[in-house]
């Protein structure tokens, strides 16, 4: 049974740093591409950033590229996505699941968590 549980959310105000971290089990975890994804009140689940599955290569949607970093230990099946300077606009649910990178864009695997709730206060 796949599972994918986040953790790691929390209250912060802008400019401050969170880590998320998502702890995976039931599949074999080395072999998939992971990431991030953020979902707004009634709007699509968008992607965050990427991870390839040897940490080879990584993907970041533009407004978070030089602020968040993603990372994972294939050993310890978890992944990670520290925020910094987080910012008001950065408030959402924050999904862990799995990914397809492509050229210039990813896309949803299937696999997902329960989310965690970011909330970056002003």
């Known amino acids: 049974q796949v599972q994918l549980v986040e953790s790691g959310g929390g209250l912060v105000q802008s400019g401050e740093s969170l880590t998320l971290s998502c702890a995976a089990s039931g599949f074999t975890f080395e072999s998939f591409a992971m990431g991030w994804f953020r979902e707004a009140p009634g709007k699509e689940r968008e992607a965050v950033s990427c991870?390839?599955?040897?940490?080879?290569?990584?993907y970041y949607e533009d407004s978070v590229k030089g602020r968040f970093t993603i990372s994972r230990d294939n050993a310890k099946k978890m992944m990670y996505l520290r925020m910094d300077k987080l910012e008001p606009v950065d408030t959402d649910v924050y999904y862990c699941?799995?990914?397809?990178?492509?050229?210039?864009?990813?896309?949803?695997?299937?696999?997902w968590g329960q989310g965690t709730q970011v909330t970056v206060s002003s």
């Open positions: 699941g799995s990914c397809w990178m492509y050229v210039d864009h990813v896309m949803a695997g299937g696999y």
């Open positions: 991870i390839s599955s040897t940490s080879e290569n990584v």
